[in-house]
């Protein structure tokens, strides 16, 4: 019997297929996406069942019978990727590594398997991306030299398993799933029926034998849908790369993790070497902060469970276009817009013909609405030109009337923000309970005389006017 060649063409964004090259894909209407793909299909008796059946012959039991000794982890001693973890990896547990193409997922994975095997722990890294040459050529950029590592540069998920299978590693990665295929699927390498499948099967090898899975997979600003995201209830641990490839900084977020707290996550800097974790995030971000300039200001975020200062700046210049120009970046554009609004509305300070642009240094997101506060003061600092003192700190969630709201987390952020030598503080009057408490623990008992406490945002530009 031999099997038919056929040509597809698969859109490389949304996984579509179609028969005859198109200039634009029929599904997610993404243009110069088809791409030809020539496959023989194995016959379908060949395959192996895949559904995700670990133990055909289970049977009930009592929870009160089943023995647990802990679960058996493995300590990377890289602490922004132990912490996310819950404390390493855990055995037989399958985590995926989401993030854009060019993030950093390539070369953290293969940080981590130094990690391991230089603690004697076998690894087989399976590129499907990379040749075994390609891989070593990174390797040695990271000075990863290890004899327990094994490089295999392949895409038959059945030959990988076979190679695992008589290597018995304690950890197995797959870079990338997208370029994976598993015989006894009739659909090209990338396909949601590959990546499922292929997936699926790795699940089931890993609760067999007890070996940990790395899969990265790719994903693109738009959430591909033949990316990761379909594969989230499959395995134990989803991991998200990010960050902006114009910065070196990167975040480790944790979206999904059986073992271990969500609100964790890793912070990185992506250096010649490899990604280094940053131990002082605050520090890091105001390293290049120059004297008090107007229009910046500084605000303390949280990133998962930790704090970090970050320097808002703002520039306001008289428009000449009919329309004015508003950029935002590191910040949400459409918040922008509405505190814009109700610094017109709510403090009298108009911006409606001046250019307005907002940005967060060094390459952090803020996605919290406790900047409000910091980021209206930023705007109103500039377009009155007076620079605000050096050490002095905003927060505050500002509503459309232009009160100023309470923020979450009030005790982490003041103390980093005084570890960080901060010295004067608007807060909002509705955190004053919880800073009294601050101060009281925190053993700052003149703390209480460098915060100011608002109502409103009107009072708050009034003080630093
Ligand atoms: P990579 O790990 O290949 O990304 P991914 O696997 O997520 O696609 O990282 C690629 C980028 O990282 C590339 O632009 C070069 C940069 N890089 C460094 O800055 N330092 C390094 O040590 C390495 C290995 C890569
Ligand atoms: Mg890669």
């Known amino acids: 019997m031999s099997a038919k060649v056929r040509t597809k063409y698969i859109c490389s964004n949304c996984g579509a297929e179609t028969l005859k090259w198109m200039g634009r894909c029929p599904q997610c209407g993404e243009w110069n996406t088809l791409e030809e793909r020539v496959e023989t299909p194995a016959p379908k008796s060949m395959g192996p069942s895949l559904s995700v059946n670990l133990q055909g012959n289970a049977k009930p039991q009592k929870l009160s019978a089943i023995h647990f000794n802990g679960d058996k982890r493995i300590l990377l001693h890289m602490k922004e990727v132990d912490r996310p973890l819950g404390g390493g990896i855990v055995k037989g547990s399958v985590i995926l590594w989401g993030g854009e193409p060019g993030i950093g997922k390539s070369t953290l994975i293969l940080q981590i398997c130094h990690a391991m095997a230089s603690q004697g722990e076998g690894v087989l890294y399976c590129s499907g991306e990379e040749s075994e040459i390609q891989v070593k050529i990174r390797a040695e950029r990271l000075h990863v030299n290890d004899e327990n590592c094994y490089i295999y540069a392949g895409s038959s998920i059945?030959?990988?398993?076979?190679?695992?299978?008589?290597?018995?590693?304690?950890?197995?990665?797959?870079?990338?799933?997208?370029?994976?295929?598993?015989?006894?699927?009739?659909?090209?390498?990338?396909?949601?029926?590959q990546i499922r499948d292929c997936t699926s099967a790795l699940v089931r090898f890993a609760k067999q034998t007890n070996i940990s899975v790395m899969i990265v997979g790719h994903v693109t600003k738009e959430g591909n849908l033949a990316g990761p995201r379909i594969l989230e209830h499959m395995v134990d641990v989803v991991f998200y790369l990010e960050g902006d490839r114009s910065y070196q900084f990167r975040v480790l977020r944790t979206v999904k993790n059986r073992f271990g707290s969500t609100a964790e996550s890793g912070l990185f800097v992506m250096e010649g070497n490899g990604l280094k974790g940053i131990e002082d995030?605050?520090?890091?971000?105001?390293?290049?902060?120059?004297?008090?300039?107007?229009?910046?200001?500084?605000?303390?975020?949280?990133?998962?469970?930790?704090?970090?200062?970050?320097e808002i700046q703002a520039l306001t210049v008289h428009s000449v276009l009919a329309i004015p120009r508003r950029i935002a970046a590191g910040c949400d554009y459409n918040r922008m817009i509405i505190l814009l609004a109700v610094l017109e509305k709510r403090a009298r300070i108009p911006f409606s013909s001046d250019d307005v642009y907002l940005n967060v240094a060094g390459g952090f997101r803020v996605k919290e609405t406790a900047a409000d506060l910091g980021i209206t003061l930023a705007l109103v600092s500039v377009k009155k030109d007076i620079p605000l003192p050096r050490g002095l700190m905003a927060l505050g969630e500002i509503g459309l009337t232009g009160e100023v709201m309470p923020v979450s987390k009030i005790g982490p952020r003041l103390k980093e923000a005084v570890k960080m030598k901060f010295s004067r503080f608007i807060l909002p009057e509705g955190n004053r309970e919880e800073v009294t408490d601050f101060c009281k623990s925190s053993g700052l008992t003149a703390f209480m005389d460098s915060v100011v406490f608002v109502k409103h945002l009107s009072e708050a530009v009034e003080y630093i006017l």
């Open 158 to 193: 059945d030959s990988i398993l076979k190679e695992a299978e008589t290597l018995k590693p304690s950890m197995l990665v797959i870079d990338s799933i997208q370029t994976m295929y598993i015989s006894g699927v009739d659909s090209p390498m990338g396909s949601p029926a």
């Open 281 to 310: 995030p605050s520090r890091y971000m105001l390293r290049n902060r120059s004297d008090s300039a107007p229009g910046s200001m500084v605000v303390a975020c949280m990133e998962g469970l930790r704090p970090v200062l970050v």
